[in-house]
């Protein structure tokens, strides 16, 4: 049973990731289109799509599993690396939450922020991504 909570937390896991790399770089190409233009209207379909139809259920299903799991008594939280993981886990909620604050934006047309803004925050999900396998893999501590 374990082995089957630990399969569908990585598919999560890999949902969520495959959201959380391609929504920002929705926003640099939204943030280009001129509001009330049909590709800022395409965009904004896109995104809700996404977030809503894979980001949000995909980062559910990654914590329910992931209790599961920690539930299980398959980690132990006497070693660094959990605690590691948990702390960029959370990173990652926050900074989901912040695109769905970005999203709303985009769908109100109120966004400020420049595509740059974008390109560079895309980078988070990536060195959280990193660390956190790192820490499961190779549980340095």
């Known amino acids: 049973m374990i082995e089957w909570i630990k399969a569908l937390h990585v598919i999560s896991v ?3 990731m495959a959201g959380m790399l391609y929504l920002p770089r929705l926003f640099v190409y939204h943030a280009s289109a001129e509001k009330g233009s049909i590709q800022s209207e ?3 379909v896109m995104e809700r799509r996404l977030l809503r139809g894979i980001m949000t259920p995909a980062m559910i299903a990654t914590f329910l599993f ?5 539930s ?10 959990p605690w590691v993981k948990a702390v960029f886990v959370l990173v990652l909620a926050g900074f ?3 695109l769905a604050r970005c ?3 985009f769908a109100s047309d109120s966004n400020a922020r420049p595509a740059k803004f974008f390109r560079m925050i895309n980078e988070v999900p990536t060195v959280a991504m990193i660390i956190i396998v790192i820490m499961v893999i ?3 501590f």
């Open 42 to 44: 395409t965009f904004k």
């Open 72 to 81: 299980s008594g398959v980690v132990d939280w006497g070693q660094g690396w």
């Open 138 to 140: 190779v549980k340095p």
């Open 66 to 70: 992931g209790i599961g799991l920690v």
């Open 103 to 105: 999203y709303k934006e």
């Open 96 to 98: 989901h939450g912040f």
């Open 14 to 16: 890999i949902a969520w």
